[in-house]
């Protein structure tokens, strides 16, 4: 597993340690912006994801076939994927990737699908679009500011502001969707699908 120096007092970490040590209940079922996004035309290349826990996603993604990188700041969400992509055969296709995504960089352009669900950070949005590559996609989910109404000790920071992510994209990207899932006991979230070029 490829990691970052100096995570060792990572609030994040701790966090997401803590709550994947408490018993992780997940079924490393995919996301639906994952399944929807390997339905679609796809460039060859690596499949990106970003904050990924134990993925669900990064499974179906190698089990299409795809490299996939695996980037998350909890060491226990990226063992629980280690351990799963070994029992499927597929741990020679994830690359698990242990950083805080303040700090790590994908490469530029070298993915043809880069998926974060379930984070948001407007810096880290930036890097991921760059990430893409001609043809490629990405896709994101993320709490809106309204969930906060559901959710009041959720960060303003880890929101989504009105039209946000889709107002971020840079020339050259199409928006395929972008929809808001209303969710009164768990908060809203919004969903973005996009295609460069
Ligand atoms: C709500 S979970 C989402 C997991 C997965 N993407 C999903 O949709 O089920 C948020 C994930 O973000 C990771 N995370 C939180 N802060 C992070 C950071 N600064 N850098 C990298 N990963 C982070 C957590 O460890 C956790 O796995």
């Known amino acids: 597993m490829g990691s970052q120096p100096d995570l ?4 994040d970490r701790l966090r997401w340690n803590a709550r994947y040590e408490d018993g992780f209940g997940g ?6 912006l994952a399944e929807r996004a390997l339905s679609l035309r796809l460039p060859g290349g690596p499949v990106l994801d970003l904050a990924s826990g134990p993925s669900g996603s990064a499974l179906l993604a190698a089990a299409a076939g795809r490299q996939v ?3 998350d700041v909890s060491e226990v ?4 994927l280690r351990r799963e992509s070994l029992r499927r055969g597929l741990d ?3 690359t698990l990737v242990h950083a ?3 700090a790590w960089q994908p490469r530029p352009g070298g993915y043809s699908l880069v998926l974060c669900t379930g984070f948001w950070d407007r810096a880290v949005f930036g890097a991921a679009v760059a990430a893409v590559t001609a043809g490629g996609l990405i896709g994101w989910e993320a709490f809106t500011v309204d969930a906060r109404r559901a959710r009041p000790g959720l960060c303003a920071g880890w929101c989504l502001d009105p039209g946000e992510p889709a107002v971020l994209l840079p020339a050259g990207f199409t928006v395929l969707a972008q929809d808001d899932l209303p969710d009164e006991r768990s908060g ?4 973005l699908l996009a295609r460069f070029g």
């Open 77 to 80: 969400a990226l063992d629980l």
């Open 69 to 71: 990188t695996a980037v």
């Open 8 to 11: 060792a007092g990572n609030p």
């Open 27 to 32: 079924s490393f079922g995919p996301h639906p």
């Open 92 to 94: 020679g296709l994830i």
């Open 188 to 191: 809203t979230k919004r969903r």
């Open 100 to 102: 805080d995504l303040a």
